[in-house]
């Protein structure tokens, strides 16, 4: 992470913290363009300002000077053309001024603004005045201090929902202990094993947003290696084959023959299938169905799992990719299709959820052929 005097200084690679991921800093494209039109416009209106003030000065002194060594039946002229000059005078000034305070005051306002940004008020917008380069500023720091405020709303959101999942662990792991330590409890294995588990719970919750940080900081290490779509098919369903069976849930496997070869992570991509299959079981009833598919797509291979479950309500579907979002009897912290999305992304793909209460659910994801 580059330290904050050198991105001060302007060097090269370093980026403000509340830069958007992903997005090339400095910004490329017409910012130059921009700022020479303004420069231009700044020096164009001080040069008409100067040149007025010259011309109409001059004007106005020589006016002055004949007309006043005319006699005085003859100075109405000199006088008339002298009050021009005067007028044309004040009018450059208030144009020139008019200029500057459309120029000022946007300024003045981006920098009172940019104070209470620092002091951590997200809320505050910027009105967008003044010339299209004051109101492009405007636009784009209002853009900046709306994702500042989203960052920081997910920010305090993620410690909650983690504070609320670490209690329930926490709270067993604690209890048992001191049980075990005022000589309330045994030290045996039935005391013993569910602080044990317990532990294996907030092992897995850590691990799951080690993953899922990494993966949407873009610093995830995919070891991608070629592999067939019918392999990491076959390879999901297997691992839940028993489970299906257990459950009397009839799982099915449709893979379309001469897919391309994938040159992917088997291990990541196989989380995610493993995420989706879990959950399908988990909410697909006895007598119902989970298929798994592959087919050939524009961009490389698309994989499905679909169930005949319940399915999502049309208020949660929107959310399921959200973390800490848990459906009815998830066991989970909720973090396994926030994962799974970002382990798709990882790969350049896309996972979408389908779903309608009583029709079941379907999540599609497609990964590309070629990196």
Same mark, same amino acid.
């Given at each position: ?8 200084? @302007? ?17 490329? @494209? ?10 231009? !416009?700044?020096? %164009? ?26 006699? #005085? @039946? ?25 200029? %500057? ?17 620092? @002091? ?14 004051? !109101?492009?500023?405007? /636009? ?30 926490? *709270?067993?792991?604690?209890?048992? =202990? ?34 899922? *940080? ?23 369903? #297997?691992? %839940? ?5 257990? #459950? ?5 496997? /449709? ?37 798994? #598919?592959? =087919? =050939? ?5 698309? %994989? ?8 999502? $309500? ?16 998830? /066991? ?36 590309? $052929?070629?990196?």
């Amino acid at each position: 992470m580059p330290d904050r005097e050198g991105f001060r200084r @302007g060097g090269p690679g370093f980026r403000p913290p509340w830069w958007p991921e992903g997005e090339p800093f400095p910004p490329r @494209g017409g910012g130059w363009g921009y700022r020479r039109r303004f420069l231009r !416009r700044m020096v %164009f209106g001080a040069g008409v300002f100067l040149l007025l003030w010259f011309v109409a000065g001059a004007v106005l002194g020589g006016f002055i000077w004949h007309g006043a060594a005319q006699p #005085s @039946g003859h100075r109405g002229p000199y006088l008339g053309a002298a009050l021009f000059a005067l007028t044309l005078l004040v009018a450059g000034v208030l144009v020139v001024r008019r200029l %500057f305070r459309r120029t000022a005051l946007p300024l003045q306002d981006v920098m009172d603004a940019a104070d209470r940004v620092a @002091g951590g008020d997200y809320e505050v917008r910027l009105r967008e005045q003044g010339f299209g380069e004051m !109101r492009r500023l405007a /636009r784009s720091f209002n853009q900046m201090t709306e994702r500042l405020g989203g960052a920081e709303r997910r920010r305090r959101e993620l410690l909650a929902d983690l504070a609320h999942e670490l209690r329930t662990p926490l *709270s067993v792991i604690q209890g048992n =202990a001191e049980g075990m330590l005022d000589g309330l409890y045994a030290m045996d294995r039935t005391h013993l094993e569910p602080v044990l588990e317990e532990t294996r719970v907030m092992s897995r919750l850590l691990e799951d947003l080690q993953t899922l *940080s990494t993966a949407e900081a873009g610093a995830l290490r995919l070891h991608r290696e070629p592999v067939e779509a019918e392999t990491l098919v076959e390879d999901a369903i #297997s691992a %839940f084959r028993s489970q299906a069976e257990a #459950s009397g849930v009839r799982l099915d496997a /449709r893979v379309d023959p001469g897919l391309p070869v994938l040159d992917v992570d088997p291990m990541r991509v196989g989380e995610v299938l493993s995420n989706l299959l879990s959950n399908a079981l988990r909410h697909t009833p006895t007598g119902g169905s989970v298929t798994v #598919s592959s =087919a =050939a797509a524009p961009e490389g291979v698309a %994989f499905a799992v679909q169930d005949t479950g319940a399915g999502i $309500s049309a208020e949660a579907l929107p959310h399921v990719f959200d973390r800490f979002v848990k459906g009815e009897g998830s /066991r989970g912290a909720g973090l396994g299709l926030a994962i799974a999305k970002s382990l798709v992304e990882a790969h350049g793909g896309e996972l979408t959820a389908e779903s309608a209460p009583g029709r079941g659910t379907t999540m599609r994801f497609t990964i590309s $052929s070629h990196r």
